[in-house]
């Protein structure tokens, strides 16, 4: 093997080994600054014994258990899950205005969930009576709201009436709202300073955009289709990025989804110029030029 080849393959292996480092530790650091953390995250590992019953008892050709400890464990597994977006949802709940919680609280639900997963798995996986596996429930129900607490969620006081009253339009904002915290989500774990910065930025003019619209309803039919393709685009992008960039730390792919936030940036500034000017033809030409340059960038 010919010496320069040598050195150059080294120098490949010690940057992308830097790389790696670096990806890591800015990683960690978005791990320590995420306001989620590792809260609930125990309630994932509670009920792993279930899952490993489940394969044992399957392999004796015990199906009825073997379907019980599974049950069990899917019950108390997505109730772990319903969980952690409950706990994500009551730390966003004072930055939202115009999202309102479901009519039954995420913590109610999962409470449910881990509270039938328990009486399950002790009646039929621990061979307990159905008094006795309805109170493991209660006790799993109990230590539930001990841990996590199950205070009821109130509707948000701070919506206004008027937007309330008008059911198109509060969809439309909560369903952007919506869509602006998964871009504000991935800029808390995209663990890049300079990427999480912009990510922020882009979430704040997108809520001034709401704002506007809230304060002066008429101009939702104007800004429709600004709102989907834009906030779409921007939350599809910043989604599939963040999922790739956890696989693999690719500089190319870096740039690319530097330079589709930089257009963003510009073409919504732009474009809520135009929007206060009414210029509706002129807003459709932007949005098409940037839908086009968030496909040639091969993010999306």
């Known amino acids: 093997m010919p010496a320069d080849f040598e050195q150059l393959l080294s120098q490949r292996n010690l940057q992308a080994t830097r790389d790696l480092i670096e990806g890591l ?15 609930g995250a ?16 399957l392999a004796k050709g015990q199906w009825d258990v073997a379907l019980a400890s599974a049950g069990a464990f899917v019950a108390i597994f997505f109730g772990a899950r319903l969980n952690r977006e409950a706990i994500r949802e009551a730390i966003l709940a004072p930055s939202t205005r115009y999202t309102l919680p479901p ?3 995420l913590k109610w639900q999962a409470a449910a969930l881990v509270s039938a997963g328990t009486s399950l798995a002790a009646w039929a996986v621990v061979e307990h009576g159905l008094i006795a596996s309805a109170l493991f429930g209660l006790m799993a129900l109990g230590g539930f709201h001990l841990a996590y607490g199950l205070a009821p969620v109130r509707r948000h006081a701070h919506v206004n009436p008027a937007v309330a009253a008008d059911t198109r339009l509060s969809q439309a904002l909560a369903r952007a709202e919506r869509r602006i ?11 890049n300073a300079e990427l999480a ?6 979430a704040g003019q997108a809520r001034g955009v709401l704002d506007m619209i809230a304060q002066r309803p008429g101009e939702l039919f104007r800004a429709r289709k600004f709102l989907s393709v ?19 730390r690719s500089r ?3 740039q690319n989804f530097r330079n589709v936030l930089d257009e963003i940036e510009t073409v919504f500034e732009r474009q809520r110029a135009l929007l206060m000017e009414h210029d509706v033809a002129d807003l ?9 340059r968030m496909d040639s960038e091969g993010i999306v």
């Open 25 to 39: 530790g800015q990683r960690f650091q978005a791990w320590r600054n995420a306001r989620v953390g590792l809260k």
């Open 284 to 292: 459709d030409i932007q949005i098409h030029v940037l839908r086009k």
């Open 103 to 105: 009519r039954i609280p």
């Open 230 to 248: 834009y906030l779409e685009g921007a939350e599809r992008v910043a989604s599939r990025y963040v999922k790739t960039h956890r696989i693999a």
């Open 197 to 202: 910065e912009r990510l922020t930025r882009i």
């Open 181 to 191: 915290l998964v871009i504000e989500a991935v800029a808390e774990t995209i663990g």
């Open 252 to 254: 190319v792919l870096e």
């Open 42 to 57: 125990l309630l994932y590992v509670l009920p792993s014994p279930l899952a490993l019953t489940a394969v044992i008892e």
